[in-house]
Every structure is written in C-alpha cells, then in structure tokens.
C-alpha cells in the first residue's frame, strides 16, 4: 500500500498546497480521472477545515492518503486538532450556503465519514480507475 502524509498551516492556501502534494503523490499512481476526483475532494474537505474548523495559527491540518491496491481504492483523510462541529451529512441537508461542498464531496466521493473527534477527521474514499 502506497501512503502519504502532509501538514498544513490553517490558511487560505492550504487547498492549493495540498492539491500540489496530491498531483505528485497520484501522478502514474492511478488514472486521471481518480487523481482529479480526489483532488476535488481533499481541497473542499481542508476548505472546510480553515474555513469552519477553529483552527489557530499553530495548529495543523493534516492530510493522510494511501492506495489501497486490493480493493483498488484511494483513501484519504483529513486530520484537524478541533472536534468537528456536528454531523456533516446534517450540515450538507440544513444549511445550504455552507452545505454544497460537502454535497460535492457526497457526489464524487465512493464512500465518506466523519470521527467527530478531537481530532476531527473526516476520510473518503475513490474507486480507481478501470
């Protein structure tokens, strides 16, 4: 199993730079399109963690990331030291200005879930491409 770890400052940036770490990390890993998906993704659920997590300056958020080749599957994980804020599912059906990304998240992700936490973490898994 191919893993990846990567932290973050809890700053507007952080999408952008994880996304950067997941284009090496994925590249010739698995297909296009699974690498895109995942992306997508990651960047909405560590949005949400500098946006909505109460993260200070000194806290981190931390992505974890691994192929799973038996059951052909990217799984990646965001880490944040804050307890997460409630259900997100209920968030995405209540809430609709702050609920679409976890309604994209939803859409493209195969399966998520959430650990309220401390640490919150909310994890989601891709099929790879056929």
Request: proline fraction near 6%.
């Given at each position: 199993?191919?893993?990846?770890?990567?932290?973050?400052?809890?700053?507007?940036?952080?999408?952008?730079?994880a996304?950067q770490?997941?284009d090496?990390?994925?590249?010739?890993?698995?297909?296009?399109?699974?690498?895109?998906?995942?992306?997508?993704?990651?960047?909405?659920?560590?949005?949400?963690a500098?946006?909505?997590?109460?993260?200070?300056?000194?806290?981190?958020?931390?992505?974890?990331?691994?192929?799973?080749?038996?059951?052909?599957?990217?799984?990646?994980?965001?880490?944040?030291?804050?307890?997460?804020?409630?259900?997100?599912?209920?968030?995405?059906?209540?809430?609709?200005?702050?609920g679409?990304?976890?309604?994209?998240?939803?859409?493209?992700?195969?399966?998520?879930?959430?650990?309220?936490?401390?640490?919150?973490?909310?994890?989601f898994?891709?099929?790879?491409?056929?």
């Open positions: 199993m191919t893993q990846i770890r990567r932290e973050f400052e809890p700053s507007p940036v952080a999408p952008a730079l996304r770490a997941l090496g990390w994925l590249s010739d890993m698995v297909g296009q399109e699974t690498a895109d998906r995942a992306r997508v993704v990651a960047s909405e659920l560590i949005t949400n500098v946006s909505h997590g109460g993260l200070r300056e000194a806290e981190r958020i931390v992505l974890l990331g691994s192929i799973d080749d038996v059951r052909d599957r990217v799984r990646i994980a965001i880490e944040q030291p804050t307890p997460l804020g409630g259900p997100l599912k209920d968030l995405a059906d209540k809430h609709e200005a702050y679409m990304g976890l309604r994209v998240v939803d859409g493209i992700a195969t399966e998520w879930g959430l650990d309220e936490g401390p640490p919150g973490v909310v994890w898994e891709v099929d790879r491409d056929r």
